[in-house]
């Protein structure tokens, strides 16, 4: 038996017993509409059921999945296909078996404490004459995350965001440059170890503060903060969260119409890991002139744009096209004029979509 099939021995196989082999898992993949030779069961089966010949390094597909967890959700024996997947993962990453993206994106979270290979000094840039405060002079806690501190596209939401809670008198602060990644991606890319040091760093400086809540921007450092930090015992909030409430209690209100039709993309780690739904359209159902339409996969059956799970930097294995393909295409049959989405890396993969595409005079993102 050879050294890497005793490394995957850590791996509780127990878990898989219960599978009817319903076929749901794969059935429901997002990957698999994209890419045919993903397939969940397989995967899982012939590597942890290996006596030498499948094991790891050797299933170019383990880097396929995006962590969506539409698998373990639809799984009628409630099998954790995602956290067997990022084990596996585990593995590979301690072996150097990766692929060399991967391996750039995690070696820049490790050092620069972000997966965008940017210095650390330009983290707060985004936020030059906003006048934002530091979080030892606030009560409530701006974490800006990676993507919306680095991604000129995504700086005008954390622009926009922190421009909305100062109207509203939020009394926020950020970490500014002192800010560190949340280590969502890390993790689901298999490197747990960088991912409890990332955990513990953040505890630490949290705790230097008198912070009561944290607001995120992203639906992944939501998800981290609120699931994967037990020992976090601040309020955590997504901004769509935020938002709502300040519209429904009048503290936010609109000065102008948007005469336009708009549909809304539910990101992985917002609806169906976290069930938050309804407040994101309630902000946009309470925009003036809006025409609100819903996708045809909206809520819990919403398509997985792959921006997660280190798919933001590596193509499905052999794959027809992206998902978010399929989503813009799903949202311009609905007659959208915009599509709506509250997470960075949707916009990003949606963006990339519309532009491959040549749709840009039909729709924005």
Known sequence: MSSETDRL????????FPCIQCGKCT???????????????????????????????????????????????????????TDMIISMRSVLVEDGHLPPKIRDVLKSISVRGNPWGIGQEKRS??????????????????YVGCTPAFDSRLQKVA?????????????????????????????????????DALKEMNLEMFKQFPIKQIITTSPHCYNTFKNEYPELTVEVKHYTQVVSELIKKKKLKFSKKLEKTVTYHDPCFLGRQNQIYDEPRAILQSIPGIKFVELDRARERSLC???????????????????ATIRVQDALERGAEILATACPFCILTLEDAVKSTGVEDRIKV
């Open 9 to 16: 021995a850590h791996i509780e196989r127990k878990p898989l």
């Open 27 to 81: 059935g429901g993949c997002p990957i698999s509409v994209v890419s045919p030779h993903f397939n969940i069961r397989k995967l899982l089966y012939d590597t942890l059921n290996s006596e030498g010949e499948n094991i790891a390094y050797e299933k170019e597909t383990l880097w396929d999945c995006s962590t969506c967890m539409t698998c373990v959700k639809r799984c009628p024996k409630n099998i954790k296909h």
């Open 125 to 142: 840039e985004w936020a030059q004459g906003l006048n934002i405060k530091g979080i030892a002079d606030a009560e409530i806690l701006y």
């Open 159 to 195: 622009i926009a965001l922190a421009t909305v809670l100062t109207k509203a008198g939020i009394n926020f602060g950020t970490l500014g440059n002192d800010e560190v990644c949340c280590g969502n991606e890390i993790r689901r890319m298999g490197d747990i170890w960088s991912f």
């Open 305 to 323: 744009c792959e921006g997660g799970g280190g798919r933001m930097w590596i193509e499905a294995h052999e794959a027809k096209e992206r998902t």
